[in-house]
C-alpha cells in the first residue's frame, strides 16, 4: 500500500477537484492507488459536484423547523442555481432534512455542519452526492437557531413560496404562559415575514446609521411636499426626529410639557389633561419613530390591527394570558438576499454543459 501522504491527497484534490476528506477518504479506500481513487470520485459524482462549485447558487429555499415542544427552533436558506430545481420533489427533501439535521446536531457553522455524520456518511460527502443527482451547484449558505430558556417559547414561519423564513423567540412569566403564546408568536412571525423588519428593538440600532436615516427621511420628505404642494394638497408634517433612540427624557419632557401649555390656552380643565396627555404623547412618540417602524419589528404597527405597535399586542396579549411575554430573539432569512444573481444567455449556458 503507498503511503497516503498530504502531498497526494493535495494532488488528488487539485487533479478532481473534490474536497480535501473526500480524497482523503478516497485515498485509504483504494489503499493509495491514485488512479484508483481518482476512478472512485468520479463513480461517486464527487468531482463533478466540485467543477459546478464555482457557478452562482442564488435560487433554493428557506426552511424552518420547529421542535414539538417550541423550545428549539432553526432556520436555514439552501441555495440553488434555478428555481427550477428548487421545486424539485428531491430538492425540497434535502432542504428538509438538512434543517432538522442542523436542529439536532447543534451546529453553528458550516464548517461543523461538514463534519458532522448523516445516516452514516459524512455530510460533506453526503451533501456533494446530493449535488451530483440533482445536478446543479448547491449551497447551505446560512442558517440559524434559537433556543427558549425555562418558562420560554420559540415558533416560526416559512411563507409558502419557501423564499422567506422567520423565527421568534420570548421569554415569559411561567410555563403555561410560553405554551398558550405559541400560536401567537407564530403570527408574529407571519407579520414578519410580510413586513420586513431588519432588527427586534430600536436599542439595536447604531447611531451612526439613525443619523444617516434621519438626514434621507428629511429629504423624502421635503421632495414629497414639493409635489404635494405643486398638486396643492395638505404637506406632510416633517418630523422633529425619526427613532425612539433620539427621545430622550428630557424631549418627552419638554413634549409633555408644550401639550399641557396648549390645553391650558383651549381652557381644559387640569383635572381631565391626565386622560388627555397619554394619548398625545402616544401620537407624538408614534409621528417622530418613523425608522423604528421601516425597521424593528417591536415599533412596527401590526398587520392584523394597524391601530397598535408589536409591542402594544405583545402587552395586550400577555395580560390576556394572565402574564408576561418578552420578545427577545428575532431572525429572519430571505432568499437569496445579497446575492449578486448572474445573468447568463441560455444558447451560452447549454454550450457549455455540452463540452
Known amino acids: 500500500m503507498a503511503e497516503i501522504t498530504a502531498a497526494l491527497v493535495k494532488e488528488l484534490r487539485e487533479s478532481t477537484g473534490a474536497g480535501m476528506m473526500d480524497c482523503k477518504k478516497a485515498l485509504v479506500d483504494t489503499e493509495g492507488n491514485f488512479e484508483a481513487a481518482k476512478d472512485l470520485l468520479r463513480e461517486k459524482g464527487l468531482g463533478k459536484a466540485a467543477k459546478k462549485a464555482d457557478r452562482l447558487a442564488s435560487e433554493g429555499l428557506v426552511d424552518v423547523c420547529v421542535n414539538a415542544d417550541f423550545k428549539v427552533a432553526t432556520v436555514s436558506e439552501i441555495n440553488a442555481e434555478t428555481d427550477f430545481v428548487a421545486k424539485n420533489e428531491g430538492f425540497i427533501n434535502l432542504t428538509k432534512d ?7 446536531m447543534d451546529v453553528q457553522s458550516t464548517e461543523e455542519l461538514m463534519k458532522t455524520t448523516i445516516n452514516g456518511t459524512v455530510f460533506e460527502e453526503y451533501f456533494a452526492t446530493k449535488v ?29 413560496n419557501g423564499r ?30 410580510a413586513m420586513k423588519p431588519s432588527f427586534l428593538s430600536y436599542t439595536e440600532l447604531d447611531a451612526d446609521f439613525v443619523e444617516k436615516e434621519t438626514i434621507g427621511i428629511k429629504a423624502d420628505i421635503e421632495k414629497e411636499n414639493e409635489e404635494l404642494a405643486r398638486l396643492k394638497k395638505p404637506l406632510k ?28 390656552a383651549q381652557g381644559k380643565p387640569e383635572q381631565i389633561w391626565d386622560k388627555i396627555i ?29 391601530k397598535k405597535t408589536i409591542a402594544q399586542v405583545v402587552e395586550e396579549k400577555a395580560k390576556e394570558l394572565g402574564g408576561k411575554i418578552e420578545l427577545v430573539g428575532y431572525v429572519r432569512f430571505e432568499l437569496g438576499e445579497g446575492l449578486e444573481k448572474k445573468a447568463c444567455d441560455f444558447a451560452s449556458e447549454v454550450a457549455e454543459q455540452l463540452k
Not at 438538512?98 to 439536532?104: D, G, M, R, V
Not at 417622530?288 to 415599533?299: E, V
Open 98 to 104: 438538512t434543517t432538522a439535521h442542523i436542529q439536532a
Open 237 to 264: 408634517r416633517m418630523p422633529l426626529f425619526v427613532s425612539r433612540v433620539q427621545l430622550s427624557d428630557e424631549v418627552l419632557a419638554n413634549a409633555k410639557a408644550e401639550m399641557e401649555a396648549e390645553l391650558k
Open 278 to 306: 397619554p394619548g398625545q404623547l402616544e401620537r407624538f412618540i408614534a409621528d417622530n419613530t418613523q425608522l423604528d417602524q421601516q425597521y424593528t419589528l417591536l415599533s412596527q404597527f401590526y398587520v392584523m390591527d394597524d
Open 132 to 160: 451530483a443527482t440533482i445536478g446543479e451547484n448547491l449551497v447551505v449558505r446560512r442558517f440559524a437557531t434559537l433556543k427558549a430558556g425555562a418558562n420560554g417559547v420559540v415558533n416560526g414561519y416559512v411563507h409558502s
Open 164 to 193: 422567506v423564513g422567520v423565527l421568534i423567540a420570548a421569554n415569559c412569566d411561567s410555563e403555561k404562559t410560553a405554551m398558550a403564546a405559541s400560536e401567537f408568536i407564530r403570527n408574529l412571525c407571519m407579520h414578519a415575514a
